[in-house]
């Protein structure tokens, strides 16, 4: 049986535990995903994921039997000091950019307030300064910024047709807004990724298989395609690189449960 002093000295080590978990984790839960996400008053929303390309957030609700969908997407232009636009769209037509019916925040001049353009992407041709129509009737289009965080939050309303369950969504980040219309983005790896299919519902989907390197026969088309991730929401089952920030708060647990043990 432990001693008087022992039995002290396991209650301070506890003691110090407990208050590391209790840091630890808040700090873990704050540091990704997209729950630390903060809105105006009246802006909340069901369902929310950290998207895989661009440190881009997407939150929205849906309502299957009406086809509503109200969306708040979260991101940091590519230009210096938040410069910029960003944008979000669904693609009923593919999975890549032409076709896609996007939401695009930018400030038409830089003292303007950001406003919010829809384009429908019908080719490879920079934007114009004005919105074109889109095959999702849009209502109450808005966009802000966070300036601490230098990222900008761009809401919206699209009305889909009634019972749409899965959708493929992209996107996109740009650096300049040139005579009041976005800029062409980059092209890095992390730009021609950032699409994949969204479960309106809010169920986790699986990654689609990469598709099959073409042969000596294959297509162009297929050799350049590159295949997009799922979107996996949050309560969902968690990624690898979660799991592997966990692990230091599981040590700390297990530490805990060796005192109790031996107290």
Known sequence: MASATQQQQHRRAMAVVLAVLLTAMPMRAASGGCEGDKFPAGRSYAHCAALPKLGARLHWTHDARTGSLSVAFVARPAG???????????????????G???????????????????????????????????????????????????????????????????????????SAVTAGAPAKHAFDKDNLEAKGKLALSGAALAPAPAPAAA?????????????????????????????????????????????????
């Open 80 to 98: 210096a000091g938040g410069a910029g636009w960003a944008a979000w769209a669904i693609n009923p037509a593919g999975d890549g950019m032409k």
């Open 215 to 263: 042969g000596a026969g294959g297509s162009s088309a297929a050799k350049g395609s590159s295949a997009g991730g799922a979107t996996t929401p949050s309560g969902a089952k968690p990624s690898p690189a979660k799991a592997a920030a966990a692990a230091p708060v599981l040590m700390l647990l297990a530490l805990a449960v060796g005192f109790i043990a031996t107290v």
């Open 100 to 174: 896609a019916q996007a939401l695009v925040a930018f400030r038409p001049s830089p003292a303007a307030p950001y406003a919010v353009n829809t384009y429908n992407i019908t080719g490879y041709k920079p934007f114009g300064a004005s919105s074109t129509a889109i095959a999702f009737r849009p209502t109450e289009l808005a966009a802000d910024d966070v300036a601490a965080a230098g990222e900008v939050r761009l809401y919206g309303k699209l009305q889909l047709a009634p019972g749409t369950e899965v959708v493929n969504h992209l996107w996109q980040v740009g």
